[in-house]
């Protein structure tokens, strides 16, 4: 495979075959020894070898080849690349095979990446306890060991970790033999890999307890800390179903002898799929039935079946370098929801789809400063900047259009014969195309290379004549500015027309405009069941007539979704006004589905956030509305959470609850004020888990002196909660408080050493949800910025993160400037895409604002006038 230029990778004078590693970790300095022995292939005349390491101190090299060892008469390192280099004082010659031996020593270090301490308080004794695990995507295995750290360089792996012998040792494959060496410690030797990337490797050390099943033909087992490994059967269940559903989907196998699955206490992200042995934050493996909501149970089944999924995409089949990330991300993400709605019809996961993962995409992808999916990445603080919404998301998307396009059992084969062609490889995206051409017969490649290659999507304008239907298709923006040389992209589009005689999958264009004349227009809608990537742009009469499809039936749910929230991303970029968004909202009192309730809860979100700086009196009328619309609903379906109900029932009886109480209903928030008194006695356990986090919000927003008796017990549950999850959700909510000295201890909280580094997301999210929370938390990002820097260093993604989270809430163009100055002359390496995006979103709500402040001003004033007749 060619290597684009300028990117930044290891020569190719050598190539890795094996590697024999052993490893031993110390707990009371925090250090550990290491010994690498690397098979290698000589593959041109040289005399130099060069390997990937970061922050390990080399003590010994010695290159072995046959008889003869020689020792580098030259060592240097690149700062830069991370690379070590080791000159020697003859030519290595091309097709010597050779064996590179170094002893090193590497830090077990706290920043969760490569080979990091994790700790955790015992529960009997209350001490700190301590593991050592492993993260090393994208480029961290470095850190663990001088290697060769790029994805297309696959080799086989023996691990050996020597630890103290009451310890549990876990890698990748499973237990060849164990030593007791005599000292206290032992030996733990493991069974060779198959070919693999560096970013999938993994150990763990530590004091672990596991839960098994046998229901999969292989070993299935969650790890866990003491005590912990109870909440394990949740786990274990759905990863036998996913393992052997996988096996027949892609007609491959599973090629390891087991699979592992362990929580691990400090976790920068939500799982890693480490072939053998899958690592997981706490609340994203471990299930408690008592104590989780559905939308935890939810996030559990679905992040196990992604991780699951890269066993194959990813782990056996492997993208050749980063710009193919979205191979791996965009197929887990979409094979996570379709194996979901498998096993859990009736979580009706496809209509959730269109406003979560679908919008995530279409969210995001809305920003000037966006990236294709497939994006060049060349230097490595380029790399984690695209672990986003687009690879993972707009992947997915793109997929699910592409399973639509070609239909799902299609699609199924051609995933199965690319699996098969390319196992323990590497491929590009156009292998994939190949793939599902040559099982469909379609040229996909030529469909699909638009969608992955160019950044953005299309709206397409309808307009009508008579029974033909105009179609204009124009690049979208948020900041509803388009310039003519962003707007020359023709994207293939799929009509997928639905008429009252059903769908229409075959008309699609990709020229910029497109007329097509059907019977007649007493009712038609476009991207049907919402399975394309672009938002639709009707006429006020059109949209009004889909309104008008939606209450006698017509349109599914993910129609109705993804139609509102069409007209949400339309009234935002300015295509249509604000007052028509409000209007279409309103008419959907008689709404029955979750999902589009959720929807309509973001529509009316996104204009509150937009008009968060704007005159109180907008602002409480916009909150007033949000009460009318959820109000009703929260009190025809009330708040008793009874078993046997379905849990999609249950999530929409906590969004109303959630929605009506925090904008003020009354008897709503009466009931959460009841609830929290058994909260303040300490009876958690009779708030049910779906509505705990809003009675806490509820409590702290209306409790007396702006909640600061409300905010201990709260602050209370989240240090002495039952499980992680209990504990986060506390920790979540404490920011929806506007007092300042609650504020001031919120922020405090986030860096003060009591909240886990993983968790500083939490406490500062709630902040965000009113002005006061806002402002505060810039001026704590400015003042911690050192500290924050120091951190989340620019190889872990939270600093993208963080710095999104404190600013892109802003809504003026002078808080957009008071943000450019703070970074004027910072080194941004890491988190400059997301600054970027965040600046974009601002400039988005200042435009909508001064386009639309009137015309929403002029509807609340007609709407409260109306409530008054």
């Known amino acids: 495979m060619s290597i684009p230029q300028g990117r930044e990778v290891l020569p190719e004078n050598v190539k890795p075959l094996h590697y024999d590693i052993e490893l031993e970790p110390n707990f009371e300095t925090f250090k550990f020894n290491g010994k690498v022995a690397i098979d290698l292939d000589i593959t041109k005349d040289t005399k130099e070898v060069s390997v990937n390491s970061l922050e390990i101190e080399i003590k010994d090299v010695k290159l072995v080849i046959g008889e003869k060892t020689l ?45 990091y301490r994790s700790s955790y308080v015992d529960k009997e004794t209350g001490e700190t306890k301590w593991l050592a695990t492993t993260q090393m995507e994208p480029t961290d295995a470095r850190r663990a060991a001088p290697c060769f750290d790029q994805p297309d360089l696959k080799s086989t792996w023996t691990v050996t970790l020597i630890a103290d012998k009451d310890l549990t040792c876990l890698s990748n494959m499973d237990v060849k033999e164990e030593k007791d060496l005599g000292n206290g410690k032992k030996s733990v030797n493991f069974n060779k890999t198959p070919l693999m990337s560096t970013y999938l490797l993994a150990f763990i050390v530590g004091d672990l307890r596991y839960k098994e099943t046998n229901d999969f033909r292989l070993p299935i087992r969650v790890y866990a800390t003491p005590g912990n490994e109870q909440y394990a059967d949740f786990s274990l269940d759905i990863a036998a179903k996913t393992l052997k559903f996988y096996e027949e989907t892609f007609d491959v196998e599973y090629p390891l002898p087991k699979m592992d699955m362990v929580a691990i206490p400090d976790f920068s992200a939500g799982a890693m799929e480490n072939w053998g042995l899958v690592t997981y934050r706490v609340v994203d493996l471990l299930y408690d039935p008592a104590t989780a909501s559905i939308e935890r149970k939810q996030r559990i ?42 096993f859990y019809p009736e979580w009706k996961v496809w209509d959730n789809y269109v406003v979560d993962n679908l919008a995530r995409a279409l969210g995001l992808d809305g920003l000037r400063n966006s990236h294709p999916i497939e994006v060049p990445v060349k230097k490595v603080a380029e790399i984690n900047q695209i672990f986003d919404s687009i690879s993972y998301s707009k992947g997915s998307s793109i997929l699910r259009m592409v399973s639509k396009y070609l239909g799902e059992d299609v699609f199924m084969k051609g995933v199965s014969n690319y699996l098969k062609k390319h196992a323990y490889g590497n491929t590009q995206t156009t292998d994939l195309w190949a793939a599902l051409s040559e099982a469909s017969g379609k040229d996909v490649e030529g469909a699909m290379a638009t969608w992955t ?7 397409v304008t309808v307009t009508e004549e008579g029974n033909k239907l105009h179609f204009k298709q124009n690049r979208y923006l948020k900041t509803a500015d388009v310039k003519p040389e962003e707007d020359e992209t023709l994207w293939p589009i799929f009509v997928a027309l639905k008429t009252k005689e059903g769908i229409n999958e075959d008309i699609s264009f990709n020229t910029r405009e497109y007329t097509l004349e059907i019977k007649d227009t007493d009712f038609y809608k476009i991207n049907a069941d ?12 059109r949209l009004k007539k889909l309104g008008e499809a939606a209450k006698s ?20 970029s300015g295509y249509q006004k604000t007052s028509a968004l409000l209007d279409l909202v309103a008419g959907f009192k008689e709404e029955d589905s979750f999902t589009v309730w959720s929807e309509i809860a973001s529509s009316i979100g996104s204009v509150r956030g937009a008009w968060l700086f ?24 009330g708040w008793d959470f009874k078993d046997g109900e379905d849990d999609i029932v249950h999530q929409l009886k906590a969004l109303a609850f959630s929605s009506a109480g925090l904008s003020g209903d009354e008897k709503v928030v009466a009931a959460a004020k009841e609830l929290f008194k058994k909260v303040e006695a300490g009876d958690w356990a009779s708030v049910d888990p779906n509505i705990r986090g809003a009675v806490y919000g509820i409590a702290l927003q209306y409790g007396e002196n702006e909640g600061e008796k409300e905010y201990e017990h709260v602050l209370n549950v989240y240090r002495n909660g039952r499980n992680n999850d209990e504990k986060n959700v506390a920790l979540r909510w404490l920011g929806r408080s506007k007092n300042p000295a609650n504020i001031k201890k919120t922020l405090e909280l986030a860096l003060n050493g009591e909240v886990k580094d993983q ?11 009113h002005r006061e929370g806002t402002l505060e938390l810039w001026k704590w990002f400015q003042a911690n910025y050192d500290t924050l820097i120091k951190k989340f260093p620019p190889s872990l993604n939270m ?21 450019r100055k703070f970074f004027e002359g910072k080194e941004l390496i890491g988190f400059d895409r997301a600054l970027a995006q965040s600046l974009d979103s601002v400039q988005a709500k200042t435009a909508w604002i001064e386009r639309d402040s009137q015309d929403v001003k002029e509807w609340l004033k007609k709407r409260n006038a109306a409530a008054k007749l």
């Not at 690349?81 to 020593?105: H, N, S």
Request: charged share 25%; aromatic share 12%; hydrophobic share 35%.
């Open 71 to 115: 020792t580098p008469e030259k060592k240097s390192y690149n700062t830069d690349t991370q690379t070590d280099t080791f000159t020697f004082g003859e030519t290595l010659e091309k097709g010597t095979k050779a064996t590179l031996k170094i002893d090193y020593v590497g830090e077990l270090n706290d920043k969760m990446a490569g080979f």
């Open 301 to 342: 089944a679905e992040v196990v079946q992604h991780e699951l999924a890269h066993q194959w995409f990813g782990n056996l089949v492997t993208m050749d370098f980063w710009e193919g990330l979205w191979l791996n991300e965009g197929f887990a993400t979409w094979m996570s929801w379709y194996s979901t709605n498998k």
């Open 799 to 819: 600093l993208g993160t963080i710095v999104s989270m404190c600013v892109s809430n802003f809504t003026t163009s002078e808080q957009a400037a008071e943000v």
């Open 759 to 769: 968790d500083i997301y939490q406490p500062i999210s709630g902040l965000r949800s």
């Open 453 to 459: 290659k160019k950044i953005g999507y299309p709206v």
């Open 530 to 541: 919402q399975s394309n990537v672009y938002r639709t742009n009707y006429s006020p009469e």
């Open 553 to 572: 039936g017509l349109l599914s749910v993910q129609d109705r979704a993804g139609m509102l929230g069409d007209a949400g991303a339309l009234a935002t």
């Open 614 to 637: 704007a005159d109180e009196e907008d602002r409480e009328a916009l909150k007033a509305f949000n009460r009318e619309v959820f109000g009703p609903l929260a009190h025809k379906l």
